[in-house]
């Protein structure tokens, strides 16, 4: 099946403790996007990969990191977490930034 | 921050209306714009999506309207039911710039 898994699917941590969110996509696709999703403010986009080792900041990349080692999988690292950093977050995937774009289940992550 | 602007914010309907959401851009480059459909708890997936060299495109109930003169497109959501009570996300896309830009969201409840 077709899919973009991330996980954890919840996360609860304190600020400053450096965490990860994987994401991972089995259908070959290069592009790989993250984004945040708040009440009122939609969808914004974090980071950005194109390809492996092609990464691009979003509109709001400041306090995350991202890499794509393989074309497979594309991590999301908060290395300080502050409080303002909790939110919904997803992964997607596509072809390219202008085809149909496939979005995990998402990862609601809250830093006290 | 780039963002699409997106209207309305909470949309209610009766079943079998009709649901307009409307969305306008800016960046005259993006010539892929999309709508994307949200449940809760569950990541957004594609709806319909439009290029600007056509004015319409109808997929059974859903109908994306473009006007590229008013740089505006809308969804149209014809006999609305409600099992279509989700929150809708316009965004406009681009190959060229790598961008994929989200709208602020419409919450869409149809009432039985």
């Known amino acids: 099946e077709a899919q973009v898994t991330q996980n954890p699917r919840y996360l609860i941590t304190v600020t400053g403790k450096k965490l990860t969110v994987t994401c991972s996509q089995n259908?070959?696709?290069?592009?790989m996007s993250w984004y945040r999703q708040d009440p009122g403010l939609g969808l914004r986009q974090i980071y950005y990969?194109?390809?492996?080792?092609?990464?691009d900041k979003g509109d709001v990349p400041e306090g995350y990191k991202v890499s794509r080692k393989e074309k497979r999988n594309f991590p999301l690292i908060l290395e300080s977490p502050s409080p303002n950093q909790t939110s919904l977050y997803f992964c997607?995937?596509?072809?390219?930034?202008?085809?149909?774009?496939?979005f995990g289940s998402g990862t609601q992550l809250s830093v006290l | 921050q780039q963002q699409v602007k997106q209207s309305p914010q909470s949309l209610i309907v009766q079943k079998g209306g009709i649901s307009i959401i409307n969305c306008a851009y800016e960046?005259?480059?993006?010539?892929?714009f999309p709508w994307y459909q949200q449940f809760p708890g569950k990541g957004p997936a594609l709806l319909i999506a439009?290029?600007?060299?056509?004015s319409e495109k109808k997929e059974g109930r859903f109908t994306i309207s473009f006007n590229k003169s008013a740089k505006q497109f809308s969804l149209h959501i014809m006999d609305s039911q409600p099992g279509d009570s989700a929150t809708y996300f316009c965004?406009?896309?681009?190959?060229?710039?790598?961008?994929?830009?989200f709208g602020t969201g419409t919450l869409l409840a149809v009432q039985p």
């Open positions: 997607a995937s596509s072809k390219g930034p202008d085809e149909k774009l496939f």
């Open positions: 439009i290029r600007p060299d056509v």
């Open positions: 965004a406009e896309g681009s190959g060229a710039t790598n961008k994929l830009i």
């Open positions: 960046n005259t480059a993006f010539d892929y």
């Open positions: 259908m070959n696709h290069e592009y």
């Open positions: 990969s194109m390809n492996v080792e092609a990464t």
